[in-house]
Structure formats: structure tokens, C-alpha cells
């Protein structure tokens, strides 16, 4: 490198006085960029200046100096009128083409960053001078960063930490910024960053952070993008449903025509996918029945008429397990016509209307075939006490909501005196008429309880 010159010293001092005068005289104007220049490393830079005068001048002298922080100035070249002067160590690295006054270099190294100082003379009948200072940075441009995850394998939610580091292998003042689906992140309660950006931290990990995420090296020259990554995470299950191929989904009753079969499908959200499981509760007893989403229910292999179905899913990475269940009712042949008169209802309320019948007229039948032998029930028909009727009553007390076939369920005893007690307000004669003369609905539902003495009445 050039030594400290007496010359050098000479100029500045030089330069520091023409400071002045500049202030003085404005008949010379000199343009520099107030900006600082960024310039690649290898590639040339212009450093473009501007001058103007409108006095009469003979000589032109144009000298470009390089400053060394903190005092030291370095003389690149200098010229006067078109002839240049460079300073032999430098010779080819600087180009001048008076009477323009900016300065090419030719390829930037890193050691070229610094400031630049013009000095423009012009001389006639007296002589002013104009100086300017341009700031120039080199910089190398970055390559297209790698984002590495650790772990690299997956986190499962709410347990582990994700960190992702970005790292670029070329670049000089690289500033980095993360993204999740293009989108900056700022720091938060979730996302933290190393000093210098190039590592995210994200903790706790929920599943919302799922997303693709990249990071952006930039510096003043250049700016490249990372590929997208995903970093993986374990979570669920989440939102356990039970839906059929009948297309709706469905509460937690199902109703089933008799001879139909029906496919359960069992779905939930996880990662990795749940492993499904379906298990069978009747009788006051479970059987697990198969492993899969889909479990197909046959009217005719449904032993009751109400069975349970519970669907387990389980994710052996969180190792979290949900449970959901359907109740699967078989609605005899009778029942099914008699929903479809009662059309003013919504079909979801007809359906748990009988649901809720049917549930209560077998409760009620157990109990009856428990305590009650029926040959006691035929004998008593004529003299029934009242207090069965109370009973009776109580216990399908809430079915006075389906007034219409609730009455029917008990009319096993057709005593209008009894009828007219559940049927509130309506005139007991006519409701008993009414009653018979619907065979098909509900009385065969009924039958279905005394099977030693009605069986075969149709
Ligand atoms: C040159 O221009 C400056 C202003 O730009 C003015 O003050 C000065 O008088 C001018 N001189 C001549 C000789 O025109
Ligand atoms: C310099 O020359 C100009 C004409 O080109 C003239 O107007 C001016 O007075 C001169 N200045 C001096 C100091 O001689
Ligand atoms: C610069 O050019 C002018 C005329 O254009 C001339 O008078 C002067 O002598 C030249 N100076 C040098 C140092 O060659
Ligand atoms: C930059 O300059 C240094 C010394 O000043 C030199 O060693 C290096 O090779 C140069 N680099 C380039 C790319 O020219
Ligand atoms: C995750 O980060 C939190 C806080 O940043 C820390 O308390 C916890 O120990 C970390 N967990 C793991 C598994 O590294
Ligand atoms: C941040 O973490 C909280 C729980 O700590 C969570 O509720 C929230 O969804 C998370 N946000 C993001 C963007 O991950
Ligand atoms: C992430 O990118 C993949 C493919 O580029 C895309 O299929 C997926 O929907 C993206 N995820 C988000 C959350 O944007
Ligand atoms: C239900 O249990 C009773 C005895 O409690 C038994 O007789 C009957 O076979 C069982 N039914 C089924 C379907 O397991
Ligand atoms: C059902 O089984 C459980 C235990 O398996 C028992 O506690 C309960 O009393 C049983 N219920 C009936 C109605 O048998
Ligand atoms: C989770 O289950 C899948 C199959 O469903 C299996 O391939 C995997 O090894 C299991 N992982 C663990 C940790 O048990």
C-alpha cells in the first residue's frame, strides 16, 4: 500500500483550505452523489461527478485521493486538461477520462471500500477550486441460503422446541428475515431470533405454526431467498367426528331402517394419521370390532335395537387419544311409515323422538318383564288400579311431547280412564278410537315386549 506522501499531505491540506473557498465562489459548482455507492466485489464502479463554471479557464487539474480512515489520503491519479497522471501502484485499477472528472474503477476489491475525494482546479485569470466526498461500500453478493431444522426429524406440539437456522455460504453484511407463507414474522411470544436473525426459535410449537417457512439473505448488492420448508409437527387428535355414506352427518343418534346397512366413517385431524379403532358397547359390555376409519353396521347383525358405537382414534406420536360414539337405532318396518306422515315435524326431531321412545319402551318392558309376569298383566287388564297408571305414566312422562304416538306406547292397558290422563286435554273416547285404528304403527312395537303370549298378531 502507498506509503503516508508528502504529497498526500500537501493535497489534504490543500483540499481543506479549497473547502473554503468553495463556500466563497460559486462560479465553480461541483455535483457528487450524497448517497453512498454499494459495489460488488469483482465488478467495476462509476463514481460519477459533475462540474460546471462560468468563468474563462485555460487549465482543468482533476485529482482523486482515497481516504484512509482515520486521517490518512491516499493519491489515486490526477489529471490536467487531458492529460492523466496516476499514481504508478494503482495505474491499472483507476480510470479517468478528463474533461469528465467521475473515476471508474475498474474491479472492486474489498479493500477499495472507503471514501473518495475529488478536487477540481480550474484556472484562468484566477484560479477556484471544488471538492467533493463520495462514500463507496464493496460488498460480496450472498448465495441462496439453506434453512437447517433442528430437530430435524419433528416436534410433537406443545412438548418440544423447533429452531431454524438459516445459513448462507457467501456474503459480506448479510441481513436476514424470516417468513411463514411469505409473510414476515415479527417476534412474539412464539418466535424469537438469534442477534444477528439467522436463527428462529419457535416455543412453544402448536400446531398453528405449521406453515411454510424461508428466510431472505440480503446486503446492499444482492438478495436471495431460501427454498420453502416444513418443519413437522406432531398434534392431535383434533375434532373427532362420525359421519355415514348417506352423505349427512349425523348427532349422536342414527337411526337405521330395518334391512339397511349403513357405513360409519371416523375421521379426525393429526399428524401422523390417527390410527382408528371401533368398539361396540351393548349390553352393558364392550367388544372392540375392527381397526379402520370405516365400519359398516348391517341392520340385521344389530342384536338390539339400540347398539353403541365408539371410535377411538389414537396417534401414537402425541400419543393422544380421543373417543367419540353413535347410537345406532333400528326403527322397525311400521315406525319408519309412521315418520313419514308426521311431516310438519323436522326429520331430526321425529327421529329423536322415536329414539327416545324406543330407548324408554324397552327400559320400561324390562322392567315390566322383570316384576310383572304377564299373565298377572293379562288378568288385570279389565281391573287395572289406578296406580299403574300413574306409573306408566311417570316413567313415559316426557313423551307427552310426541303426544301423537307417545299415548300408545302404554296402551297395552286400553283403559280410556288411563289414556285420557296421559293425553291431557283431549277427549278420551275419540283418542282410543284413533289409537286402534292405527295397527300398523304402534302396536307393533308393543307386541314386540310379551313375546310369550301376542307373537304372532300382525
Ligand atoms: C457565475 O455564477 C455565479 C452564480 O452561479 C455568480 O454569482 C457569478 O457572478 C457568475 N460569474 C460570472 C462571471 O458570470
Ligand atoms: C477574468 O476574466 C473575465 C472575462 O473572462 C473578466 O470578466 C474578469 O473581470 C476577470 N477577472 C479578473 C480578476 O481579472
Ligand atoms: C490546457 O489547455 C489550454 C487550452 O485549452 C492551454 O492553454 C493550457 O496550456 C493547457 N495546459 C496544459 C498544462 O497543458
Ligand atoms: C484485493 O486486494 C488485496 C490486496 O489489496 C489482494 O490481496 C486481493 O487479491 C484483491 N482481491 C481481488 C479480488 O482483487
Ligand atoms: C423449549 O423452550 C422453552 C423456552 O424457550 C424451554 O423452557 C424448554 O425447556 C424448551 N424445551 C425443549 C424440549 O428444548
Ligand atoms: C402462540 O402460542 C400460543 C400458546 O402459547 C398459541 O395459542 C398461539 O396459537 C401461538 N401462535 C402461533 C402463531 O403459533
Ligand atoms: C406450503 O407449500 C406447499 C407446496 O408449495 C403447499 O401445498 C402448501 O399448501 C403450503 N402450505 C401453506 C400453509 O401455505
Ligand atoms: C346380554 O346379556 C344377557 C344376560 O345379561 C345375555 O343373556 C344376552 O345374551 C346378552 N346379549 C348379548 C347380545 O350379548
Ligand atoms: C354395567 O357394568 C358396570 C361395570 O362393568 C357395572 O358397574 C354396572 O352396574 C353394570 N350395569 C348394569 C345395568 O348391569
Ligand atoms: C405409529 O404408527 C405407524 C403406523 O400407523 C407406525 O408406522 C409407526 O412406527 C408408529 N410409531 C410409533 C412411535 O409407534
Same mark, same amino acid.
Not at 93 to 110: G, M, Q, V, Y
Given at each position: ?294 365400519? /359398516?353396521?348391517?341392520? /340385521? ?6 347398539? =353403541? ?76 288400579? =289406578? ?72
Amino acid at each position: 500500500m502507498l506509503s503516508w506522501s508528502p504529497l498526500a499531505l500537501h493535497f489534504n491540506l490543500q483540499l481543506k483550505i479549497s473547502a473554503l473557498l468553495l463556500g466563497i465562489s460559486s462560479a465553480l459548482k461541483l455535483t457528487v452523489p450524497s448517497h453512498t455507492l454499494h459495489g460488488t466485489e469483482g465488478q467495476p464502479l462509476n463514481l460519477p461527478v459533475d462540474y460546471n463554471f462560468n468563468i474563462t479557464v485555460s487549465d482543468i487539474q482533476i485529482i482523486w485521493l482515497f481516504e484512509k480512515p482515520p486521517t490518512i489520503h491516499i493519491f489515486l491519479l490526477s489529471a490536467v486538461n487531458q492529460s492523466v497522471v496516476p499514481d504508478l501502484e494503482y495505474m491499472h485499477r483507476f480510470t479517468l477520462s478528463p474533461p469528465s472528472a467521475s473515476l471508474l474503477i475498474k474491479h472492486l476489491n474489498r479493500s477499495d471500500e472507503g471514501t473518495y475525494i475529488v478536487k477540481i482546479n480550474v484556472h484562468g485569470n484566477r484560479t477556484i477550486s471544488a471538492s467533493g466526498r463520495i462514500r463507496v461500500t464493496v460488498d460480496v453478493p450472498v448465495t441462496k441460503p439453506l434453512i437447517y431444522t433442528e430437530p430435524p426429524f419433528g416436534v410433537v406440539e406443545k412438548r418440544g422446541n423447533i429452531t431454524l437456522k438459516c445459513a448462507v455460504e457467501k456474503g459480506t453484511r448479510i441481513v436476514y428475515q424470516w417468513m411463514k407463507n411469505g409473510n414476515p414474522i415479527e417476534a412474539s411470544a412464539n418466535y424469537s431470533f438469534s442477534v444477528n436473525k439467522d436463527t428462529l426459535s419457535i416455543a412453544p410449537v402448536v400446531k398453528e405454526a405449521i406453515g411454510n417457512y424461508s428466510c431472505l439473505a440480503a446486503n446492499p448488492v444482492s438478495a436471495m431467498e431460501s427454498d420453502t420448508i416444513m418443519p413437522t409437527i406432531y398434534y392431535g387428535p383434533y375434532g373427532l367426528t362420525i359421519n355415514t355414506d348417506k352423505g349427512q352427518k349425523v348427532g349422536r343418534v342414527f337411526t337405521l331402517d330395518k334391512g339397511e346397512a349403513v357405513r360409519l366413517y371416523c375421521s379426525a385431524d393429526s399428524n401422523p394419521p390417527n390410527i382408528y379403532s371401533w368398539i361396540r358397547k351393548a349390553n352393558n359390555s364392550t367388544h372392540p370390532i375392527k381397526y379402520g376409519r370405516s365400519l /359398516e353396521v348391517a341392520s /340385521e347383525k344389530v342384536t338390539q335395537k339400540t347398539e =353403541e358405537y365408539t371410535c377411538s382414534a389414537y396417534n401414537n406420536m402425541t400419543e393422544n387419544q380421543a373417543e367419540t360414539h353413535i347410537i345406532v337405532i333400528i326403527i322397525p318396518k311400521g315406525l319408519e311409515h309412521f315418520i313419514q306422515k308426521g311431516k310438519y315435524l323436522s326429520p331430526l326431531a321425529v327421529i329423536t323422538g322415536i329414539s327416545l321412545f324406543l330407548i324408554v319402551s324397552i327400559c320400561l318392558l324390562i322392567l315390566w318383564k322383570r316384576f310383572q309376569p304377564h299373565k298377572v298383566i293379562q288378568q288385570k287388564l279389565q281391573i287395572r288400579p =289406578e296406580a299403574d297408571y300413574r306409573k306408566a305414566q311417570t316413567i313415559s312422562g316426557h313423551e307427552n311431547a310426541l303426544d301423537d304416538f307417545g299415548i300408545y306406547e302404554f296402551v297395552a292397558f286400553p283403559d280410556p280412564a288411563g289414556i285420557s290422563l296421559v293425553s291431557s286435554r283431549s277427549v278420551s273416547g275419540s283418542d282410543v278410537i284413533q289409537g286402534q285404528d292405527r295397527p300398523g304403527t304402534i302396536y307393533e312395537v308393543v307386541r314386540h315386549i310379551p313375546e310369550q303370549h301376542q307373537e304372532h298378531q300382525e
